[in-house]
């Protein structure tokens, strides 16, 4: 069958945060749909018209115009498949779907992706034959081979009798029976020479294990994925790595997984291939990051001994927050004390660079949860290490535990994550409130940010870049509340 699979424009805050997308999601469908013997074309809306951006929802979207996107795909085109990476993806997917069915109505049109998943509701009212809910290989390849829209399950379609409960699709129980993401796509080297985290050089993402164990309740990994953690071999893995390397000149892989080192002896073997083929490639050497994050207490001294061998140039934790109540509200369940110890560790086995999530206005936070997880900031601030937090404002993304109890605690959401069609915006974790209460409202917000953001803020990166010492550094106290003019901005 000729099969069309499409990544839609992307929206961002503002213009200079564009990044590609290595569309590990659709490259992976597309080599396992070539392997069953389908003809597939990909096209990336975002890398074909990077920069072609407009105003809009408050941001940019970046990526072809839909008139010039349709002159992309094949006339012949049998089945289209359109990926939904993000909730905040949903009206342009839904307009593009529009523009598809109109100038290609004979070809069945399937939306899959985050977006569906995890509001499969609004995602039915876009115009297309079926949804796919949950993980996308086995249900889009029955559709491919002929199947009916309501016979697999995680598929719906707009007019089926869906109206129950939304199942997601059967997981593939071996991953290592899916073949690696699709390298045989147009403008290949384009992706790996714009890693969409700004990296420097060559550089592959990869996803090496699928879903995460744990509940944090504001991730939304869960409505594609459940709770359920599967991974590939660590042989397949490295025979994906050695590819690009070799292949393409690849020297830095960016690990996008849920939980990469949940499973301690597989994640061991595959930093002994790292260093290993750092052996083979000691002219330009290979390095590694994990930039989605890893669980501090995955880790251990003789993980983190590969770890630091294996050549990883950043380690970055999803610590979320300083404060042990705050653990528990947000299901991440730390202990915050093993975390610090690790981080010292971290700090004298000399890893170049440590970064560490941290969550600032999450519901329920109060003043003294901020300042005891301040506190525990200080701490590992005064550890002098090459230690520094991106700051992320909590979201209560769709399909979220999260969004669950804003919504049955009547916290005040942001119109966009109620509908996304209606009220879109970018729902960016960088630049916008999404939640607020009387408690916790948008000035408190910014004045908690603000001090996280003093404390280990410009003049400490930089110090970090020198190797100087906090000593140096204003205390926390200097700290003033900012205005909100830069919300949605
Ligand atoms: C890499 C990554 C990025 C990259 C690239 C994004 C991309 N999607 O390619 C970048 C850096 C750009 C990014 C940015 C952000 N990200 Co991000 N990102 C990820 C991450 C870690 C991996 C994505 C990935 O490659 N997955 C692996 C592939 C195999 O999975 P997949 O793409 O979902 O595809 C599978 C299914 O969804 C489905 N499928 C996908 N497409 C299609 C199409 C069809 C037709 C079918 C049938 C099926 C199907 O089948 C695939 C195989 O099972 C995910 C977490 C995750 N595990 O997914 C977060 C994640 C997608 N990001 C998230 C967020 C919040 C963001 C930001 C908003 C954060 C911010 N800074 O504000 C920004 C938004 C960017 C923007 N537009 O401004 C959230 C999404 C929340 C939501 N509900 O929208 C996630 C889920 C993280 C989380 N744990 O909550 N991200």
């Known amino acids: 069958m000729k099969i069309c699979l499409v990544n839609p424009p992307f929206l961002f805050p503002r213009r200079k945060d564009a990044v590609l997308s290595h569309c590990l999601g659709l490259r992976g469908l597309s080599s396992h749909l070539r392997s069953l013997g389908h003809e597939v074309t990909l096209v990336d809306a975002l ?30 085109v049998e089945l289209i498949g359109v990926g939904a990476p993000f909730s905040q993806s949903a009206r342009v997917v839904h307009e593009l779907c529009a ?36 993980e996308g290989e086995a249900a889009f390849a029955a559709l491919a081979d002929g199947g009916a829209h309501g016979g697999f399950m995680g598929v719906y379609s707009p007019n089926g009798s869906h109206h129950r409960a939304f199942e997601r699709t059967h997981l593939v129980a071996d991953l290592d029976t899916l ?36 509940d944090c309740e504001f991730c939304s990994i869960h409505p594609v994925y459940g709770h359920c953690f599967r991974a590939r071999s660590a042989g397949a893995v490295l025979a994906e790595v050695e590819h690009l390397v070799r292949g393409f000149g690849v020297r830095a892989v960016e690990i996008e997984d849920d939980n990469f080192t949940h499973d301690h002896e597989r994640a061991a073997s595959i930093l002994e291939g790292f260093v290993r083929l750092r052996e083979t490639t ?25 770890v630091q061998r294996s050549g990883c140039t950043e380690l970055v934790f999803g610590l979320e927050h300083g404060d042990p109540l705050m653990q528990d509200l947000m299901g991440k369940r730390l202990d915050l004390e093993a975390a610090f110890e690790m981080l010292a560790l971290c700090v004298r086995s000399e890893i170049p660079k440590i970064t560490l ?50 919504r049955a605690e009547g916290y005040d959401i942001d119109p966009s994550y109620e509908d996304p069609l209606q009220r879109p915006g970018v729902m960016s974790t ?15 917000i910014l004045r908690r940010r603000e001090l996280v953001v003093r404390l280990f803020g410009p003049r400490w990166k930089r110090a970090v870049k020198r190797g100087i010492p906090s000593r140096a550094l204003p205390r926390l106290s200097a700290a003033r509340p900012t205005s909100g003019r830069w919300k949605g901005s």
């Open 430 to 444: 960088r630049t916008v409130i999404g939640v607020t209460s009387l408690d916790l409202d948008e000035a408190e």
């Open 47 to 76: 890398l074909l018209g990077f920069h072609h951006a407009r105003a809009e929802a408050g941001g940019w979207l970046v990526g072809l115009p839909l008139s010039t996107l349709l002159e992309h795909v094949p006339e012949d």
């Open 179 to 214: 073949p690696a993401p699709d390298t045989d796509v147009p403008h290949f080297a384009t992706y790996l020479d714009r890693s969409p985290r700004g990296a420097v050089g060559r550089t592959a993402s990869v996803v090496t294990s699928r879903g995460c164990p744990f």
């Open 99 to 134: 523009a598809l069915k109109s100038r290609f109505p004979d070809a069945r049109l399937v939306m899959g992706g985050i977006y569906p998943s995890a509001q499969p509701e609004s995602a039915l009212r876009a115009e297309v034959d079926a949804i796919v809910v949950g």
């Open 357 to 406: 999530f941290y969550l600032i206005g999450y519901p329920g936070e109060t003043k003294e949860m901020f300042e005891s997880g301040l506190g525990y900031l200080e701490r590992v601030r005064a550890l002098d290490g090459p230690v520094t937090v991106s700051v992320n404002l909590a979201q209560p993304y769709p399909g979220t535990r999260l969004m669950e109890r804003c």
């Open 282 to 306: 000691n002219h330009v050497p290979f390095t590694w990051r994990p930039p989605n994050g890893i669980r501090i207490d995955s880790l251990d001294p003789d993980l983190l001994d590969l």
